[in-house]
Every structure is written in structure tokens, then in C-alpha cells.
């Protein structure tokens, strides 16, 4: 077995640091880095569906804190919830 292990060329160049989407799968998606690496391939992104979504549960936070009793968080659901197995059970049973 004298075979050696090949390389494959990276097909992509940004990957979502959230959601581990790669550049390739959406060629329209807009990127936006994070945080900046020694070079420009060292850096980490974050797709604009995530950053929305930080956003959003960042104003979430900001009206919680505001007015706590508010209506607006009976229904609340955080989108991430649905993606990982179990935490839709805790999350609803932290509500009764």
C-alpha cells in the first residue's frame, strides 16, 4: 500500500460561523465578517438570515427588559428552537 491521501481543492470561501452555511449553497446570500483574522481566509462570517435574526432577538431582549409583561412574548418562540432535538419540550414546559 504505497497510496497516499490526495487533496481536494476547497470549494467555498465563507461559511456561516451559526448556521454552517458554505457560499457556495446560496451564491445571492450576503456575508459579513465578525471577526477579523490575521488574513483575509482566516476570517469568520455570518450570513445575513443570521445576522436578521440575532437582531431580532436582540430588540426581543431589549423590549423584555422594557416592559416584561408585554403581550408580545406570550407566543414567542425563538427560531432556533425547532432545530434542536428536545429543547422545544424544555422551552414550552419553562412556560406552565
Known amino acids: 500500500m504505497s497510496e497516499k491521501a490526495q487533496l481536494i481543492d476547497k470549494r467555498h ?3 456561516c460561523s451559526i448556521c454552517m452555511l458554505i457560499d457556495s449553497q446560496d451564491k445571492k446570500m450576503e456575508w459579513h465578517v465578525w471577526k477579523d483574522g490575521y488574513y483575509e481566509e ?4 455570518i450570513c445575513n ?3 436578521e ?3 431580532e432577538i436582540r430588540k426581543k431582549c431589549h423590549q423584555k ?13 425563538p427560531w ?10 424544555d422551552f414550552l414546559k419553562g412556560r406552565a
Open 13 to 15: 470561501t465563507k461559511q
Open 42 to 45: 482566516k476570517d469568520s462570517y
Open 49 to 51: 438570515n443570521c445576522l
Open 80 to 89: 432556533f428552537v425547532k432545530d434542536i432535538p428536545g429543547l422545544m419540550a
Open 65 to 77: 427588559v422594557d416592559n416584561p409583561a408585554h403581550e408580545l412574548f406570550k407566543d414567542y418562540m
Open 53 to 55: 435574526d440575532i437582531k
